[in-house]
């Protein structure tokens, strides 16, 4: 027989766990943002420097719309780590969907992000797509469905011709481009994950 001291004990631990998840949740979107606001400077900065042939056709008013563009998705960055980061569909802790395990060991010598965290990272980061472009760099936020392999094509793969078709960057994000503070999130997140399991188990 149960026994409802137990039980209750048990549920406690559990939502005690969860709260903490929370926090982590909470700290990683702050993070996010942060990494963000580097990551779309670095990028836009080294394609309108590869690029130059399309760099040197804006003239100087263009490119400096371009660049306010680019600074107001900068000063956004939050909001677009609350939107895709925040995603609470996601999150374990929320969701308890094998899909979203985090499975993550600091220790590791893997270099792979959590596929979750790594899909709405590239979600995030996608968002400097449409700007890009739309003054005429070589990135495209629209398949041809006539052709599989474009270049500079970003979208969200496997339903590229669903709608609506979301841009996303279209490169793997490993670890080394995380934060330390990051990465110690994701791998306390995972340790909170096994202790959740762990207190149901005792049910």
């Given amino acids: 027989m149960d026994n409802p001291e137990t039980n209750r004990s048990t549920e406690?631990?559990?939502?005690?766990?969860?709260?903490e998840m929370e926090n982590i949740r909470q700290e990683f979107i702050k993070q996010s943002g942060v990494i963000l606001r580097q990551w779309y400077k670095e990028l836009s900065d080294k394609e309108i420097e590869n690029e130059e042939a399309v760099t040197a056709s804006l003239g100087t008013d263009q490119f400096n719309h371009l660049k306010q563009d680019i600074n107001d998705l900068?000063?956004?960055?939050?909001?677009?780590?609350?939107?895709?980061?925040?995603?609470e569909t996601k999150w374990w802790h929320l969701n308890e969907s094998d899909i979203y395990f985090v499975d993550f060991d600091a220790t590791s010598p893997s270099l792979i992000i959590p596929l979750f965290i790594e899909m709405q990272l590239r979600l995030a980061v996608g968002k400097l797509g449409p700007i890009l472009e739309k003054y005429g760099y070589r990135i495209k936020t629209q398949p041809n469905i006539a052709s599989d392999k474009e270049y500079g094509l970003?979208?969200?793969?496997?339903?590229?011709?669903?709608?609506?078709i979301r841009p996303m960057y279209p490169y793997s994000l490993m670890l080394p481009r995380l934060s330390n503070e990051m990465r110690k999130l994701l791998d306390q997140y995972h340790k909170y994950e096994l202790l959740v399991q762990e207190a149901r188990s005792k049910y």
Wanted: aromatic content about 12%.
């Fill in 12 to 19: 406690e631990r559990v939502i005690s766990l969860k709260s």
């Fill in 154 to 164: 970003w979208c969200e793969p496997y339903k590229p011709y669903q709608n609506p």
């Fill in 74 to 87: 900068i000063e956004h960055a939050d909001q677009v780590a609350m939107e895709f980061i925040g995603d």
